[in-house]
């Protein structure tokens, strides 16, 4: 289900992406800026140009903007679900999904919707059963 041009755009996202001014650090794709609570940048195109999440180690918790929701923009509908339908590339935004398998993180933090107590793992799962 890879599209065929999501190297090419996660690239181009990493062009445009706005490191920290102290020059970041990398690890397997993820900008790590010298910042307090050390923050990892995660590319997640797909939504929006830019778009991105942010892990926080210390909080436990990532933050996935309008990467995945737990309540739908339009309908009020609640619960684990895709981005939401102003999504530029569903299909990139949906492997972009992939970038969050192995954040160790404990709460997910969506752009709409409540908290998700639990691994971004499980709530890319719930995402994609849903």
């Keep these: 289900m890879a599209d065929a041009r999501l190297p090419r755009l996660w ?7 706005h490191p920290a001014r102290t020059g ?7 900008r790590r800026p010298d910042l307090p609570g050390s923050p990892v940048i995660i590319g997640m195109p797909g939504h929006s140009p830019g778009s991105i999440a942010v892990h926080i180690p210390p909080a436990d918790a990532v933050c996935v903007g309008d990467a995945l929701t737990t309540r739908h923009v339009l309908t009020g ?4 679900q895709p981005q939401p339908p102003f999504t530029d590339e569903p299909a990139v935004a949906d ?8 954040v160790p993180a404990s709460w997910v933090l969506p752009g709409h919707g409540a ?14 059963a849903a």
Aim: hydrophobic content about 40%; aromatic content about 2%.
């Design 77 to 80: 509908r609640e619960g684990a």
């Design 95 to 102: 492997v972009s999904l992939d970038r969050l398998a192995d």
């Design 115 to 128: 908290p998700w107590q639990g691994s971004p793992a499980d709530l890319v799962a719930a995402v994609r």
């Design 24 to 30: 970041p650090r990398r690890d397997r794709g993820r």
């Design 11 to 17: 690239a181009a996202q990493e062009r445009h992406a």
